[in-house]
């Protein structure tokens, strides 16, 4: 389909929410609405409104010239459903499991779509893909506060959720030092350490543990101490919610409503133990969600302005399945699924590592 063909498009927001949605949101509508000429159509919570297709919103210039700086997405989202394994509750109260994904091809048609903007993080790139080979114009927008995704070097939504966690560690620290005390503080980013890492090394933390770097909590036991001898009067350790203590596992706090494991909880075993193992007065801070919420920073505004123009352009060339990527400073489109199935990591001996090494942060493996 050319770029004068298309007429009307969609966009919809899944996953976790995370600050810069709605600055993608705008680019788009700006894109298509001004230069195309093509009407934009907001797919309420995720691919909900594909499913019940009275859930829409018709997106106009008017709808999304003052949201640039708002967190959230002004057009929902979740992280529960997807349409290939829909969860339908029968009558009797027993759940049963469908595939409601021609359901989802049937309702595009009937909106009159021509094209799809999908922004997500890794499952819901999955499922665009999964539309994709079913037939329908799909294109990505990677997102998530984790910058787990590959084939991007930065998803928006990180930078805000570093800063997030750095001001918390700025703010603990006076607390911590008129107390004597060590501060153990647990962030978000699921199996990768990027928050913990990149907020603990701007944040000034002594100790950064994550998951790509197992743990010895004795090692950190010792390391808290000698800092105690040298006279230091306060620690903070910031420990991503996937970090791994040597031997031990990963702290689920159950199942998350996509079916993968909710992270949490080491902090406070974390906590427990390094109390146990030192004697020093411990407490605990979960950041937690806050690292989604807000307004987004400078650099996630216009990184999602930047992808969602993007966007609308891979739809004009008529480049479907394809995702926007940031590749050094240039924007660019590959095939989503080379962002899919593999988790972006910290690499333990890259440049980011080393260098918090070289400034002495310990990683509690050695
Ligand atoms: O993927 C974003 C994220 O915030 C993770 O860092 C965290 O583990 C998870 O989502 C929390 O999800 P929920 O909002 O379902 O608790």
């Known amino acids: ?18 600050p810069g949605l709605n600055a993608v949101i705008r680019a788009v509508v700006y894109t298509a ?61 027993a759940v049963e499991v469908v595939d409601y994904s021609d359901r989802v ?59 997030t966690a750095t001001e918390s560690l700025d703010k603990l620290r006076s607390t911590a030092e008129s107390h004597h005390r ?43 101490l000698e800092r105690k001898e040298k006279g230091n009067k306060y620690s903070i350790i910031a420990v991503a919610e996937g970090a791994i203590p040597k031997g031990g596992e990963m702290s689920a706090l159950g199942k998350a409503p996509d079916g993968t494991i909710r992270l949490g909880g080491i902090g406070h075993k974390l906590g427990e133990r390094l109390s146990d193992l030192t004697g020093l007065e411990i407490r605990v801070m979960v950041v937690g969600h806050i690292q989604r919420g807000g307004s987004p920073t400078e650099f996630d505004r216009i990184l999602g302005l930047r992808y969602g123009e993007a966007a609308v352009h891979l739809l004009a060339n008529g480049d479907y399945g394809k995702m926007v990527a940031l590749r050094g400073t240039a924007i660019k489109g590959v095939p ?19 260098v918090a090494r070289s400034m002495g942060i310990c990683f509690g493996d050695e």
């Open 33 to 93: 609405v001004n230069k195309f000429k093509w009407e934009v159509i907001g797919i309420l919570d995720s691919f909900n409104g594909l499913i019940y297709p009275d859930q829409i919103m018709p997106l106009g210039i008017e709808q999304v010239k003052d949201i640039l700086h708002q967190g959230g997405t002004i057009i929902g989202t979740t992280n529960r459903g997807n349409p290939f394994l829909w969860e339908r509750t029968k009558k009797d109260g």
């Open 1 to 18: 389909m050319t770029e004068k063909q298309i007429k009307r498009i969609g966009i919809s927001t899944g996953g976790g929410d995370c």
């Open 182 to 224: 060590v501060m153990v503080v647990e962030m978000m980013g699921r199996h990768s350490g990027w928050i913990a890492l990149h907020s603990g090394m701007a944040g000034n933390a002594q100790f950064i543990l994550i998951p790509e770097i197992p743990f010895d909590p004795e090692v950190v036991a010792q390391r808290l």
């Open 336 to 354: 989503i699924t080379d962002a899919i199935g593999q988790t972006k990591k910290v690499f333990p001996n890259g440049t980011m590592v080393k």
């Open 105 to 163: 091809m049937e309702n595009f048609e009937h909106l009159g779509l021509n094209g799809l903007i999908v922004i997500g993080g890794d499952g819901t790139m999955k499922i665009a893909q999964q539309f994709f080979e079913k037939g329908m114009p799909v294109v990505g927008v990677p997102k998530t506060i984790d910058n787990d995704l590959s084939a991007t070097d930065v998803t928006f939504g990180f930078d805000s959720a570093v800063r």
